[in-house]
């Protein structure tokens, strides 16, 4: 049996949907999709447009037995399993016909609407992706980790990996619209971050003052115009980012650097894979270290800017993976970073990459499997942070001379042959093939969904 008619002969009774239905609808999907792809491309649809009569069938996600959750489940498995079999087979012949055989830059979320769009199936359509976009995270049908075995399979072939990592390091519209009144003004507000030039630096402040600096998809939007402007403005040297003052009652008043991901707004389904999840880590992250790209050639490319991270009270999580990317990071004495991972249930973007670098593999296990915070003051806190100073006054006096020591061609220079030591182009690429379908599958798993309305602050 194929599997068009493997979907097509398990019907399903939404009254009475057991998960020996939906393992039938496994049957036949271990055939690979045709060796052309015109008739690969009319499979996929076919698969799609079965499965998901099937899944009407079944009441909403919300309204689900278990039972039924499990057939859904099934009907998810094997749809992608057809899906991932094409695109071992055509990820290349699909990348190319997206993008004009790479003639045309486009990013992720721009990838998988042009995919929806020419190769029906293959991924969500834009009805699909709203609908759960409307839904809490429990709530969802799960079509974003659709979106992630498709990415994730361009991602893990080296051409067109690199291709759209490229892409991505383009220049927001936003900051393109924003750029000559920053120029002018020497400073712009973009809502949770405030940028401002002063002396050949650009200070990029964290300022979600309620939530102390938990990040969702504003401030990724925010963070990543605000590295761009840094970025293309030639009277900048150097990068700081450092959190604001927070008016949270646990810390009132107090600088705080980033709580990392806002697990409220996970939980409430406003975390998406393509729009923070990846966004982060090929945006504004990568930025930050590689810097822009224009679509010229590779020896036109100036590889980014040195930045500086300040730490105060902590960094969890996504706030500690940022300084796993920094050049330099100085902390207040008083502070501790964290990468709650396992907890969490998520997979820490690039962060078990970046702290094997720093830490090596044993450091790596307790901090991200096992939880394990470090105070600043703490010898294995030096893998991370390069200076400690005392909180106020020392450490505000040492930002503006621990940036100085980042200025000078030969620094911004040296930077770039480091990260292409440490972190190479495919080496990264090959990680976030995987990341992006591990942490697809993760964010839809039972044990985030049950852990993640259980998170708040951290205590003072």
């Known amino acids: 049996?194929?599997?068009?008619?493997?979907?097509?002969?398990?019907?399903?009774?939404?009254?009475?949907?057991?998960?020996?239905?939906?393992?039938?609808?496994?049957?036949?999907?271990?055939?690979?999709?045709?060796?052309?792809?015109?008739?690969?491309?009319?499979?996929?649809?076919?698969?799609?447009?079965?499965?998901?009569?099937?899944?009407?069938?079944?009441?909403?996600?919300?309204?689900?037995?278990?039972?039924?959750?499990?057939?859904?489940?099934?009907?998810?498995?094997?749809?992608?399993?057809?899906?991932?079999?094409?695109?071992?087979?055509?990820?290349?012949?699909?990348?190319?016909?997206?993008?004009?055989?790479?003639?045309?830059?486009?990013?992720?979320?721009?990838?998988?609407?042009?995919?929806?769009?020419?190769?029906?199936?293959?991924?969500?359509?834009?009805?699909?992706?709203?609908?759960?976009?409307?839904?809490?995270?429990?709530?969802?049908?799960?079509?974003?980790?659709?979106?992630?075995?498709?990415?994730?399979?361009?991602?893990?072939?080296?051409?067109?990996?690199?291709?759209?990592?490229?892409?991505?390091?383009?220049?927001?519209?936003?900051?393109?619209?924003?750029?000559?009144?920053?120029?002018?003004?020497?400073?712009?507000?973009?809502?949770?971050?405030?940028?401002?030039?002063?002396?050949?630096?650009?200070?990029?402040?964290?300022?979600?003052?309620?939530?102390?600096?938990?990040?969702?998809?504003?401030?990724?939007d925010d963070m990543e115009t605000a590295v761009d402007l840094a970025l293309l403005d030639p009277d900048v040297e150097v990068i700081v980012v450092r959190g604001g003052a927070m008016t949270h009652p646990r810390y009132h008043g107090r600088r705080v650097f980033s709580s990392g991901i806002n697990l409220k707004a996970l939980h409430a389904g406003g975390i998406g894979l393509v729009d923070f999840l990846l966004r982060r880590e090929m945006g504004y992250i990568a930025k930050l270290t590689r810097g822009l790209f224009d679509g010229g050639g590779w020896w036109e490319r100036p590889g980014g800017k040195p930045w500086l991270a300040v730490v105060d009270s902590f960094a969890i999580g996504g706030g500690c993976q940022l300084l796993l990317a920094a050049d330099h990071v100085i902390a207040a004495a008083d502070a501790y970073i964290s990468l709650p991972a396992a907890q969490e249930g998520i997979v820490p973007g690039a962060g078990n990459l970046r702290l094997t670098r720093h830490g090596g593999a044993r450091l790596a296990r307790q901090v991200i499997l096992l939880g394990r915070k470090i105070r600043v003051i703490e010898p294995d806190a030096r893998l991370f942070v390069d200076e400690v100073y005392d909180p106020g006054a020392e450490l505000d006096e040492a930002v503006p001379r621990c940036a100085g020591r980042l200025r000078g061609g030969a620094v911004a220079a040296n930077r770039r042959m480091l990260l292409q030591a440490e972190e190479p182009p495919d080496a990264f690429r090959a990680y976030l093939a995987e990341f992006a379908l591990q942490q697809a599958r993760r964010i839809y798993s039972a044990d985030v969904i049950g852990k993640v309305g259980r998170f708040a602050a951290p205590p003072a």
Not at 36 to 62: F, K, M, S
Not at 191 to 205: I, P
């Open 1 to 220: 049996m194929t599997a068009v008619g493997a979907l097509a002969g398990a019907e399903l009774d939404p009254a009475a949907a057991d998960p020996a239905a939906g393992r039938r609808v496994l049957d036949g999907v271990a055939e690979a999709a045709p060796a052309d792809l015109g008739g690969a491309r009319r499979v996929i649809a076919e698969v799609a447009e079965r499965a998901a009569r099937q899944l009407e069938r079944l009441p909403v996600p919300a309204d689900r037995t278990p039972p039924q959750r499990s057939t859904a489940a099934a009907v998810h498995a094997a749809a992608r399993g057809v899906r991932g079999r094409f695109l071992e087979r055509h990820a290349a012949a699909v990348y190319a016909e997206l993008t004009g055989d790479r003639a045309r830059r486009l990013g992720v979320a721009e990838l998988c609407a042009a995919a929806a769009a020419a190769f029906p199936g293959l991924v969500p359509g834009p009805a699909a992706v709203a609908a759960d976009r409307a839904r809490p995270q429990a709530a969802k049908e799960g079509w974003e980790v659709d979106q992630g075995v498709f990415l994730g399979a361009v991602l893990r072939r080296p051409e067109e990996g690199i291709h759209l990592l490229d892409s991505m390091l383009r220049p927001t519209h936003r900051a393109q619209r924003l750029l000559e009144r920053y120029r002018s003004a020497g400073a712009a507000d973009l809502g949770s971050v405030h940028l401002e030039r002063r002396d050949g630096v650009a200070h990029l402040t964290l300022q979600r003052e309620d939530c102390l600096n938990a990040e969702d998809e504003r401030q990724v």
